[in-house]
């Protein structure tokens, strides 16, 4: 059996190369990786209902059954996709929003910014933007902060903090939450809340952005979930 494919989605003001070092790794593994380019960070007019469509896109080119992880805003994205996807698929959620049917970004966090340290610019659009990104104020060792600072960040559409999710896929499929301790962005008291929703719980020392902190652990998570969606015999090992 070929193994799953995993479907990587990026959170607000996210960029595809957030991904860059676990695609690599996954590629190295032989587990092919689709990334996803957010509607909502490329046209102000777009909503959350735009991403999931466009995720449901790369679902379908996947041609078999999906690891589908999204990162912070991305977990909404992923939550939306719903239980439509091939037999074994699963959902990784990486310090990221899980809502249920009915809510939006708005309902889990608030109307303000992601980040109450962060500089926010309301551009005219209505769309906002990051402008301290990768800066020492995010408290990241300095190989994360220069893998942050690869990629810049893109605005993020104003309407997806209010649109809320049609499905809610957790509710089906097996899941996973990895829980950023030292999240500055989603607080760990309020992941946890979410991640009650989720099947599997792993933590981790890091901040928000743990794809660039401890990529090889979402790597390590990601290979468990892929070699899990071809055994029936329970949820993969912890990392």
């Given amino acids: 059996m070929a193994p799953a494919t995993a479907v990587l989605v990026h959170g607000a003001w996210g960029h595809p190369g957030d991904w860059d070092d676990v695609v690599g790794a996954l590629a190295e593994a032989a587990v092919p990786a689709l990334v996803a380019d957010l509607p909502t960070a490329r046209a102000p007019e777009a909503t959350t209902t735009d991403d999931v469509e466009h995720v449901r896109a790369l679902v379908a ?32 959620y990486l310090a990221a929003l899980v809502p249920d049917v009915g809510q939006s970004m708005a309902d889990l966090v608030g109307d303000g910014p992601a980040r109450s340290t962060s500089e926010v610019e309301v551009r005219p659009d209505g769309s906002t933007l990051l402008l301290d990104w990768a800066s020492p104020s995010w408290d990241y060792p300095a190989d994360a902060l220069a893998r942050m600072a690869r990629h810049p960040r893109r605005p993020f559409a104003a309407g997806a903090r209010g649109t809320a999710v049609e499905a809610a896929g957790w509710r089906d499929l097996p899941s996973t939450y990895v829980l950023a301790e030292r999240d500055a962005s989603l607080p760990a008291r309020l992941q946890r809340e979410m991640a009650a929703r989720c ?12 794809v660039h902190e401890h990529p090889d652990l979402v790597v390590e998570v990601l290979l468990g979930e892929v070699a899990a969606t071809s055994s029936a015999e329970g949820p993969p090992p912890a990392p």
């Avoid at 999906?66 to 939550?79: A, K, M, N, P, R």
């Avoid at 099947?199 to 743990?210: F, P, S």
Wanted: hydrophobic content about 40%; proline content about 5%; overall charge negative.
């Fill in 199 to 210: 099947d599997r719980l792993v933590e981790v020392d890091a901040g928000h952005m743990v």
């Fill in 61 to 92: 080119g996947a041609g078999g059954p999906v690891v589908l992880c999204g990162h912070s805003y991305g977990g909404i994205v992923v939550t939306g996709v719903g239980t439509d996807l091939p037999d074994a698929s699963r959902l990784v």
